[in-house]
């Protein structure tokens, strides 16, 4: 029987059989002898989840515009899927000609976030493919990775033979060349990856060693190969490419199912918690044209009737109204529902807030203060007067809106008991006037998240608050709330723990990421699945203090298990933000003027000189 | 309806791994392979307006078909065979369609005129057919043949209409109205055959 036929059994046995067949409309399918290399893209959660990946399908398109390269997906296994796979004892496979994973040249997997470790681990294992990186040899596929976690590439070092730091467009192919070029030489896989290291803002783990100091903190991180260099710098795309529009079309429903058009990259606000950020940096812009025409084509390619447009701060976008005003005009009778999530307080009109609901009928209105008092928006750099949010709120209510989200964090540095009760506060005086305007169909949502102080931002020395400090803050909130007539939604702190310690951790946490999978640890972001035992077990095991790594104050000479990668922004620029935050003192938006932050002086050369090409630097 | 301009009907089949997709997702399918096909749609009225259109009777996950119907409206006329081939250029490899006809706008829905509907069963090599022929014959000779679903008693037998054999092959037409309706695979369980052992196609819908 073929994997195919053995498959197509196993399918009458699970949920949502859809997931795992492929076959939809704008999907890419090579024969698979007309190619010289075959490419697995691999989101590691459900289908459901990855489809909508904007990042992968870029490379998809990117990978499959080649011809001598074909790129198809996998994505991880639901548990029934997987106990089929490994009852019958079947490799997982790709979606486009369920050819198993371990056939492939090159496995490119995306890494999101920290809670997709596990299941990376999970894949290579269904796949067959050895999961240290040092154990592979010439006949396993090359495993690299990219995505936004890789900003911290260590705690995956162990697993990733090749991380891309940064945006991948370019040197996606570049990999693939390398790749071809070193199976047409037929030597040993050392040189593919010294091959590898020399690329810019490829960083190859095995070639770096790692020393540690007495007390547990890092010594160094230091290449021991003269192809490695000692800082990788992050890649980026000088100009936004053309915004993709022939998107795969799932057969069956997932989350953001709808049309996705990127209008910006990058953020110059400068909120010191944000790691997106500080690592998206600079900020670029497509224009107004690109932007519609994307739209144009995308809908008459996937026949979607929703489109999400995707920013870090759409209101920041420079032509945010005249890209509303045209989509407006345009799609007005398409039938079309227009999504402009990431708005930002004080920096969008009465004018826009009436295009977007005209765009968006019946959708609720979301906004981010992050803390409840000037003091800690200070402290944050997301200065915000109360008095213009609430007199927002207000204008929000008039024009009708009902239901208004506001996402708060806590457990910020510097944060008390009075920040946290301010938030209860703040929306109660938000509920009173949308009752005074809209009567008591007015809803307020608080959508609470912990705070964990990222690599690369200002607060990354700080340690994060403790278990028992945020189950108390939650507590009050979930109290208040009830008294309030304010509806919450929280994150679960025990998964912002392991996303803490993965975000935050060495190369020794290779171990026990690997510790943890095999303790039962997979799905870490599904709060159902969650498996916090099999992670303090696998400390345990490893011997390693889970607290070293996020309840510590890490001291500012300290190498930090990421210093040897840099996403442009110098650490004297983090340093001096960290002091700024100390004084509770602010920077401005820094389009308006340059703070320095290192991004200039990395990538001032390839800065394109055409003035419509616009880039947020001064 | 009077506001229902043009009416259509498609018949279409189902197969390879398009048979994994349920009812629902094929609705949404649809809905957005007739927005890429750019025919002039007829759109509900209301505050999020959708593709106007109506599916029969749900085929069961699993089951491939070469006789699914549709129905769906257009604002203006277009000639049938043009809105078959934009519809087929506009769709995901295993959905096709087969015809097209404008039918009257005051055709009850398909979904509430579906009487009976014709299964072609194939079995796998290792499964011994004559014996299955043979127990199907001893089975059906009984009073009645009831099955649990949901915790509810149905007796399949008075919806078995009818049953022959071509070579290796089983046709069952079976009851399939709103009010009473049997799965070829319900039967076949009384068998102890399992969804392992064969395949099953759906060849035909028939409407009052």
Redesign the interface.
């Given at each position: 029987m073929t994997l195919q036929t053995e498959l197509e059994?196993l399918?009458?046995r699970v949920e949502k059989?859809?997931r795992?067949?492929?076959?939809?409309?704008n999907?890419v399918m090579k024969p698979w002898g007309s190619v010289e290399t075959h490419v697995a893209l691999v989101f590691p959660d459900i289908y459901d989840i990855g489809q909508s990946n904007l990042g992968l399908a870029i490379l998809y398109d990117i990978l499959n515009r080649q011809p001598d390269i074909l790129a198809e997906r996998a994505y991880a296994p639901w548990i029934d899927m997987e106990t089929q796979l490994r009852e019958h004892n079947l490799p997982l496979f790709s979606l486009e000609s369920k050819t198993p994973l371990s056939e492939f040249d090159i496995l490119g997997i995306t890494l999101p976030y920290e809670q997709i470790y596990t299941n990376v681990l999970n894949i290579l294992d269904l796949a067959g493919i050895p999961l240290l990186s040092n154990q592979r040899g010439a006949t396993d596929p090359l495993i690299i990775a990219g995505g936004q976690a890789c900003y911290n590439p260590e705690p995956m070092a162990d697993f990733i033979d090749a991380f891309a730091i940064g945006e991948g467009e370019e040197v996606i192919l570049e990999i693939t060349h390398i790749y071809q070029a070193w199976k047409r030489s037929g030597t040993a896989r050392e040189d593919l990856l010294a091959a590898l290291a020399k690329v810019p803002g490829v960083y190859v783990p095995s070639l770096y060693t790692v020393s540690y100091n007495p007390d547990g903190t890092l010594q160094a991180v230091i290449p021991h190969s003269n192809h490695a260099s000692s800082l990788v710098v992050k890649r980026i795309m000088p100009k936004l490419p053309q915004p993709l529009t022939h998107f795969i079309?799932p057969?069956?429903?997932t989350v953001h199912d709808r049309l996705s058009v990127e209008i910006m990259r990058g953020c110059t606000r400068g909120c010191r918690f944000c790691h997106a950020g500080m690592v998206n940096r600079p900020v670029r812009e497509r224009s107004v044209e690109e932007i519609i025409t994307a739209i144009k084509e995308g809908?008459?390619?996937?026949?979607?009737?929703e489109v999400g447009i995707l920013s870090l701060s759409s209101s920041d976008y420079t032509q945010i109204l005249p890209l509303t005003q045209k989509i407006y005009r345009e799609f007005k009778d398409a039938?079309v529902?227009v999504s402009l999530p990431s708005l930002r307080i004080a920096s969008f009109s009465v004018e826009l807030m009436d295009e977007l609901k005209e765009l968006s009928?019946?959708g609720g209105f979301t906004i981010a203060p992050e803390a409840a008092t000037e003091r800690l928006r200070a402290v944050i750099n997301k200065p915000l007067d109360e008095d213009v949010l609430l007199e927002t709120a207000r204008t929000i209510f008039e024009h009708g809106w009902l239901n208004l989200k506001m996402y708060f964090m806590i457990g910020l540095p510097t944060e008390t008991m009075e920040d946290v009760q301010a938030i209860l506060e703040l929306g109660s005086k938000v509920y009173k006037i949308g009752r005074s305007i809209a009567g008591h169909r007015v809803h307020i949502h608080l959508g609470i998240s912990t705070f964990i102080p990222k690599a690369h931002t200002p607060f990354q020395w700080y340690p994060m608050d403790t278990p028992e400090n945020i189950q108390t803050k939650m507590d009050l909130l979930k109290r208040g709330a009830r008294q309030a007539h304010l509806k919450m939604t929280y994150n679960l702190p025990e998964v912002s723990q392991v996303e803490s310690w993965l975000s935050r951790g060495d190369r020794r946490l290779g171990a026990v990421i690997l510790q943890a999978w095999r303790n039962g640890a997979k799905f870490d972001a599904w709060s159902e699945l969650l498996n916090l035992q099999a992670w303090q077990n696998a400390f345990a095991r490893v011997g390693l203090e889970s607290d070293f790594y996020t309840l510590r104050q890490r001291s500012l000479d300290e190498v930090l298990p990421w210093d040897h990668i840099s996403t442009g922004v110098s650490k004297h620029f983090l340093l001096t933000d960290l002091r700024l935050s100390q004084a509770e003192r602010t920077r401005e938006d820094c389009r308006n003027r340059c703070y320095n932050c290192g991004i200039l002086d990395c990538f001032e050369s390839i800065r394109p000189a055409q003035e419509e090409v616009y880039w947020g630097c001064p | 309806m009077s506001e229902s301009k043009f009416r259509y009907r498609a018949v279409f089949s189902k197969n390879g791994d398009m048979r994994f997709i349920g009812h629902l997702d094929l609705q949404q399918l649809f809905e957005r392979a007739l927005r890429r096909s750019a025919l002039p749609l007829r759109y509900s009225q209301g505050f999020s307006p959708k593709v106007r259109l109506n599916l029969a009777g749900a085929l069961p996950l699993g089951f491939t078909s070469t006789a699914e119907m549709m129905d769906f409206w257009l604002e203006q006329p277009v000639e049938p065979p043009l809105i078959q081939e934009q519809l087929n250029a506009a769709l995901p490899t295993g959905i096709r369609i087969i015809s097209v006809t404008e039918v009257p706008n005051d055709l009850p829905s398909l979904q509430a005129s579906l009487k009976s509907a014709e299964y072609e069963v194939s079995f796998k090599a290792e499964i011994d057919v004559s014996a299955v022929n043979a127990n199907l014959e001893d089975l059906l000779n009984k009073p009645n043949l009831i099955v649990t679903r949901r915790n509810k008693q149905v007796d399949l037998k008075p919806l078995v209409e009818a049953l022959h054999w071509e070579e290796d092959k089983l046709y069952l037409r079976l009851s399939s109205s709103p009010e009473a309706s049997a799965r070829p695979d319900e039967l076949l369980a009384l068998l102890d055959l399992t969804t392992e052992q064969y395949d099953i196609q759906r060849i035909g819908l028939y409407y009052s």
């Open positions: 059994s399918l009458y059989p859809g795992y067949v492929g076959g939809e409309f999907q079309v057969n069956v429903q809908l008459a390619a996937t026949g979607h009737d039938q529902r009928p019946g | -």
